[in-house]
C-alpha cells in the first residue's frame, strides 16, 4: 500500500462529511499513544500556549527530581529520556518561542542540577548540541527576542 501525501489527505478531508471526520479522529486516536497526546493538545491545549509551556517544565521539574546523580551512565540515559519527552512536547506546540523556552529550561536544569557534566563526554555533548541548536533557533527571532534569549544562552554556556 502507498501512502498518500499529505496534500492529498488534505484535499481528501476536505470531501469528507464532519461526523465520518469525526470518527477518523476518533479512530486514528486509538491507535497510538502520540496520536492522542496531539489530539488532547490541539483540543483542549493550543489555546493558551504559556500554560502548556508551563505544564512541560512542570513535568520536567518532577523527572528532574527523581533523577539520580549517582552514576553517569544512568543520568545520560535520564537526560535524553526527558529531553525526549520534551521535543515530542516541543513538535506539538510547532512554536518556535515555545521551543527556545523549553530548551533554554532544560539546559538551566542540566546546569543547575549538580550533574558532574565534566565527567563524561556524552553528557556534555548532549548539553552543547542543545546550546547550539538554542543558537540557531534564537537567529530566526525578532531583535528584541534574540536579545533577551542571547542573555539567558550566555548564562548557560560552559
Not at 496531539?38 to 489555546?47: D, G, I, M
Not at 515530542?88 to 523549553?102: G, T, V
Request: proline content about 1%; glycine content about 2%; hydrophobic content about 35%.
Amino acid at each position: 500500500m502507498k501512502t498518500a501525501t499529505v496534500n492529498e489527505l488534505k484535499k481528501e478531508l476536505q470531501e469528507v462529511p464532519h461526523a465520518r471526520l469525526v470518527e477518523l479522529c476518533v479512530r486514528l486516536s486509538k491507535h497510538k499513544q502520540e496520536n492522542k497526546e496531539l489530539l488532547t493538545y490541539l483540543l483542549f491545549e493550543a489555546h493558551d500556549e504559556q500554560q502548556y509551556v508551563e505544564s512541560v517544565k512542570a513535568m520536567m521539574d518532577e523527572e528532574f527530581s527523581q533523577l539520580s546523580t549517582a552514576g553517569l551512565y544512568f543520568v545520560k540515559k535520564n537526560l535524553r529520556k526527558i529531553l525526549r519527552i520534551t521535543n515530542k512536547h516541543i513538535r506539538y506546540a510547532a512554536s518556535k518561542p515555545a521551543e527556545i523556552e523549553l530548551l533554554l529550561y532544560f539546559c538551566r536544569k542540566v546546569k543547575t542540577s549538580g550533574i558532574r557534566m565534566r565527567d563524561s563526554v556524552a553528557i556534555m555533548s548532549l548539553y552543547a548540541s542543545q546550546l547550539k541548536k538554542i543558537g540557531k533557533l534564537i537567529d530566526g527571532q525578532h531583535e528584541d527576542l534574540q536579545y533577551d534569549y542571547r542573555r539567558e544562552l550566555e548564562k548557560l554556556s560552559v
